[in-house]
Nanobody, 125 residues
């Protein structure tokens, strides 16, 4: 069983930065696909970034070059460093994990076995 707890959300002006954290638990941490999703009301939850179990990463085009993933295995924590924030980055951000061996992990939130409760990011002008 894996529990995921997101933190680090908050309010920033456009151009600012934030670092989100996803603290995990369980003995097999590090052997999962880890992903960040985000959702705004009325829209589908979209995949933002993925860190697969082989150390590979993937980013949505909308955040590529601005967001960076990193992992601290001793703390069992996945980080999402968000730079040059834009108004359209405003959303609830969710962390997800799955033992999938697929390098691309999963595209859909529903396919991840373990899911967090989210942390809100608000970007203002």
């Amino acid at each position: 069983q894996v529990q995921l707890v997101e933190s680090g959300g908050g309010s920033r002006q456009a151009g600012g930065s934030l670092r989100l954290s996803c603290a995990g638990s369980g003995d097999n941490y590090g052997r999962y696909c880890m992903a960040w999703f985000r959702q705004v009301p009325g829209k589908e939850r979209e995949r933002v970034a993925v860190y697969n179990r082989y150390g590979g990463t993937w980013y949505a085009d909308s955040v590529k070059g601005r967001f960076t993933l990193s992992q601290d295995y001793t703390k069992k924590t996945l980080y999402l460093q968000m730079e040059s924030l834009k108004l359209e980055d405003t959303a609830m951000y969710y962390c997800a994990a799955d033992p999938s061996r697929n390098q691309a992990c999963y595209e859909s939130w529903r396919e991840y076995t373990y899911r967090g409760q989210g942390t809100q990011v608000t970007v203002s002008s």
